[in-house]
């Protein structure tokens, strides 16, 4: 299972950056895959994730309703597509896959994801 993340880099406060997580290496048939995020000195947070038994997603509080994660199959594709970015936003971005799907909300709430990509930079000045 190969998950690549792409798409950081450095933004102002106010702007938007969209992630791209390419998955190859496993079935796309009963699937989630969530984007978790690192700060410098702070623990592993989950923000986003989506289930492809039935496009179901989740969002963590401090970033609803300014992030929207959605899925290209065709692509084998997962994008975080980030708005109204804040400096709190910086981080270190990772993707990673649960397969099957089953209990993905409670894994994903602790990262009990099976496969992680290597990350990428979300710098949000201010």
């Known amino acids: 299972v190969q998950l690549v993340e792409s798409g950081g880099g450095l933004v102002q406060a106010g702007g938007s950056l969209r992630l791209s997580c390419a998955a190859s290496?496993?079935?796309?048939?009963?699937?989630?895959i969530g984007w978790f995020r690192q700060a410098p000195g702070k623990g592993r947070e989950g923000v986003s994730c989506?289930?492809?038994?039935?496009?179901?997603?989740y969002y963590a509080d401090s970033v609803k309703g300014r992030f929207t994660i959605s899925s290209d199959n065709a692509k084998n594709t997962v994008y975080l597509q980030m708005n109204s970015l804040k400096p709190e936003d910086t981080a270190v971005y990772y993707c990673a896959v649960l397969e099957p799907s089953t209990g993905w909300r409670s894994l994903f709430l602790v990262g009990g994801f099976d496969y992680w990509g290597q990350g990428t930079q979300v710098t949000v000045s201010s």
């Open positions: 989506i289930s492809s038994s039935d496009d179901s997603t």
């Open positions: 290496g496993f079935t796309f048939a009963d699937y989630a």
